[in-house]
């Protein structure tokens, strides 16, 4: 195989929690990660929010991936807008962050962009998945290379088209010295899981809700956006009848490989969460622990039980989770991303810029134990400005 090139890339996400823009730089052959750069984040506005959840709303019934009627356009114009200037502020911010010869200063070099865009439906069951923004319109408007619309592919050929991070876990978990099997695991609005055993190809799935259910019960209870902290879940009782009924449900007697849609457990709790009589604190106690239970029913489905879990996102700033994981993953070793020197908060974006570079290289982006796609199978679609 030629020996492949290094390049400079900038990983743009924003995912199902629709909190806004992340941005991360690297340095990658698409194999190896050599350099780390600077990140950065655009939140999306309050107004730019309520249209992006409208979009979720108007998606649900799109049967053509390409369509954009209602809101959807109005969505997709934001989304790009709101990357692009993500990437412009990263920019103005690393002007001067790499000392050249001479004493000049120079802003890391970017050759391509890998753009998530923003999931708006993912349906993998009748091949279809839709993430709104333009990447044409984003490269000219960067003038730069951008790779997007990643999981395209994956499912057209009968794949599950997430999770897409499992290939970078692996090129991270590479240089790390933690014993295997080693799984990371990433709670945003879905939690996806990687477990890396050996030689073997990465297994991967989403592993049930994140923190999309107790974000949706505390703004429905108190209008808040989150439990911030776990602090109302510290303060309840877990209902464990109600964890053991949100437990029967068919997705979890599956094995490997699966994937989520933000909203799929959204009728479950309401009808088996026994919500409507909890107060906010118990509530919120019950579906952290069923977030946290969902995670350790992967466990019976895995050869092995992972020895440590590399935990990221944002729920991984919830103490009151991280508790009730330690004692649910026992005896595996927990920890969260930051104590092994990686970015939790930007991982998902490191990624897309990994991915985007493994694109432009045909190089495989998912593979049959991460999506179930048929074979290894490469993806997104390169514009150039
Ligand atoms: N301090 C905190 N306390 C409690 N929960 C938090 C805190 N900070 C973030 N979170 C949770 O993390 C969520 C955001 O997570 P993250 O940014 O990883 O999601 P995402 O990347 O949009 O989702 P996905 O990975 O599913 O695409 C918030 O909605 C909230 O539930
Ligand atoms: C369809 C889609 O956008 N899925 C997201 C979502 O957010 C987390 C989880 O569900 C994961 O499957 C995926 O994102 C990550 C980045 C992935 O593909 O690995």
Redesign the pocket.
Known sequence: MPALKVRGALGL???????GVDVAYLATDGERILAFGPTGYRPFTEAERAVLRAALDEAEILADRNARPGVLAEAEAIVTAANAEAVEAWREANRSWMPLDGGAFAAPPVDVVGFHGQTVLHRPEVRLTVQIGDGQALARRLNVPVVYDFRAADVGAGGQGAPFVPVFHRAMAGVLHRPQPLAVL?????ANVTVLDGEADPIACDVGP??AL??DFVAGRTGA??????ELAAAGKVDEDAVRRLLGMRFFTLPPPKSLD?NAFKAAAKVHGGLDRASVEDGAATLTAFTAAAVARIVPHLKRPPKCWIIA???A??PTLMRMLAERLAPARVEVAERVGWLG?HL?AQAFAFLAVRALDGLPLSYPSTTGVPEPMTGGVVVRP
């Open positions: 996400m924003s995912g199902t929690s629709l909190d990433n709670i945003g609005g879905v994140g923190n107790i974000d956006a989150m439990d911030t902290g776990g933000r996102g944002g729920g700033r919830n908060d998902e």
